[in-house]
Every structure is written in C-alpha cells, then in structure tokens.
C-alpha cells in the first residue's frame, strides 16, 4: 500500500514552545490530508482537513490559532501546535487521501506523540 | 448521534477462533468503507477497502458491506495472538469508535 511519512515520532518539549509535526506521502499526490488526535484508548478525533493551496477546515472546538497546518506542496503537510501547554500533550496522527485507480484511499502516518512539560 | 457506530469492546477470543467485529453507521451517503488494525501507539494501518455491498476477502480477512442496513463488517479468520490490536471502521472519512481485539494463545 501507499506510504505516508510521519515526523518526528516522539517530542518533548517545554510548555510555551511551538512544536512542528510533518506528514508526507511518499508515493502518492495528495490534494487533501487530514489531522487526527487520539488519547489513550480512544479513537481517532478529527482535527482538520488540510488542502493543497488552500487554507484549512478545522472541525469544531479546535483552534486554528492553536493548531497551525499548512498545505504547500501535493507530499507536505505541516501541524504547528503553537505555545504548547501540557494538556496539548497528546498523540497525533496525519492521513492522506490517495484518489488513484480505484477510488479514494486513506493512508495514515505512524503517529507523534507530543509531551509538553 | 455518530455517524459510525462501533461497540468498542474488549473482545477476547482464544486463538483459531473466527472475530467478527462489527459497525453500523447513519449517513447514506458514505460512498466507500474501510476497515483499519491500530497497534499501540501506531498509526492505523488499511486492512480493507470497499465500495460496494457484498464480501470482499483477502487471505484471513473478510470485509462485508450491507448499504440496505448500513452495517459493516469484518471477519477475521483463524485468528491469531497478533491480530490482537483495536480495529477501526470507517465510513467515508468518518471513523468508528475502535474495538480492541485479544487473541490469547
């Protein structure tokens, strides 16, 4: 199947601190990839839609000020969780959308779980 | 109410056994079906993809869509302990709650 890179897989940092999270796909375009938040024994919460050129949907509750995500390139997705706090501290998850030959696929990264201190 | 609705268990079952793991969803306008294995701390990984009602099987793994009823699910055959992880529907874009799956040896 598809490949969708996810970076970094773990991250620690200080609270106040902005913290970036990358999500690629590998062998595929994708005009549109997704951001997920997921606590511990709980499903996937989706954040935001984030389209190629455009700016972002985000769902309801979640701050866009917050939650930063930019969509420059058909590979590169980026999350900045911005003045991270320790309740931002949580696991967070990238999709991308493959349209190929035989409909529309969702692809996932392997996740970064985000530690603020 | 979620548009997917899944029991998220846990289910226990000894190893060999057939799981049949199960979600129902409201929007009839969900086009296409997913079935995803979630480990610990991992991303979700695409076990099953279906557009249409009927079976699809692939090795150990059955996904069957029912549009009329909108049920989905996923028969997981000759289970074994490493299928043990939590199993997520979708529908469209729209996930289901997970249910976790142990497999005991």
């Known amino acids: 199947g598809a490949v969708v890179s996810q970076h970094p897989s773990r991250v620690i940092c200080k609270s106040g601190t902005s913290v970036k999270i990358e999500c690629r796909s590998l062998?595929?375009?994708?005009?549109?990839m997704f951001w997920y938040r997921q606590f511990p024994k709980q499903s996937l919460m989706l954040m935001a839609t984030?389209?190629?050129?455009?700016?972002?949907?985000?769902e309801q509750g979640v701050e866009k000020d917050k939650f930063l995500i930019n969509h420059a390139s058909l590979t590169l997705s980026t999350l900045t969780v911005t003045s991270a706090h320790p309740e931002d501290s949580s696991f967070y998850i990238c999709?991308?959308?493959?349209?190929?030959?035989?409909?529309?696929?969702?692809?996932f990264g392997s996740g970064t779980q985000l530690s603020v201190l | 109410q979620k548009e997917v609705e899944q029991d998220p268990g846990p289910l226990s079952v000894p190893e060999g056994a057939i799981v049949s793991l199960n979600c129902t969803y409201s929007?009839?306008?969900?086009?296409?079906f997913m079935w995803y294995r979630q480990y610990s701390r991992k991303g979700p990984e695409l076990l099953m993809y279906?557009?249409?009602?009927g079976n699809k099987e692939d090795g150990r793994f059955t996904a069957q869509v029912d549009k009329s009823s909108k049920y989905i699910s996923l028969f997981i055959r000759d289970s074994q302990p490493s299928d043990s992880a939590t199993y997520l529907c979708?529908?469209?874009?729209?996930f289901g709650a997970g249910t976790r799956l142990t497999v005991k040896p």
């Open positions: 999709s991308a959308r493959d349209a190929g030959v035989g409909g529309e696929k969702l692809f």
């Open positions: 062998d595929f375009q994708a005009t549109t």
């Open positions: 984030s389209n190629e050129g455009s700016k972002a949907t985000y």
């Open positions: 929007n009839s306008a969900f086009q296409y």
């Open positions: 279906t557009y249409s009602s």
């Open positions: 979708a529908g469209d874009m729209r």
